[in-house]
């Protein structure tokens, strides 16, 4: 079946960087708009950033500046580079492949990003 594997989280300090990975299978990746998400603990789960199929793209005002999100449809694979970490991005990130119509909805397992001194 469809399905998208996160990789690239880990531990880095304040003002560091890391490049998520979403690698996508059994799908027509050049057709879905993919995005990432985050959730910290306590929270409820937020889009960072998105990229359309159209190649539209739309960042959360957290993320403007220092993330940037951009895909490879011949790997069928999306990445979010994070730069200039600060402690509140703490979360699990998560990949989201999405088509419609019809709703048809694809998320990864979730990577955990912790940043801290």
């Known amino acids: 079946q469809a399905q998208l594997v996160e990789s690239g989280g880990g531990l880095v300090q304040p003002g560091g960087s890391l490049r998520l990975s979403c690698a996508a299978s059994r799908i027509a990746f050049g057709i879905f708009d993919m995005g990432w998400y985050r959730q910290a603990a306590g929270k409820q789960r937020e889009s960072v950033a998105s990229l359309g199929s159209s190649g539209k793209i739309i960042y959360a005002d957290s993320a403007k500046g220092r993330f940037t999100i951009f895909r490879d449809n011949a790997k069928k694979s999306v990445y979010l580079q994070m730069n200039s970490l600060k402690p509140e991005n703490t979360a699990v990130y998560f990949c989201?492949?999405?088509?419609?119509?019809?709703?048809?909805?694809?998320w990864g397992q979730g990577t955990l990003v912790t940043v801290s001194s």
């Open positions: 989201n492949a999405k088509f419609s119509p019809p709703n048809f909805e694809v």
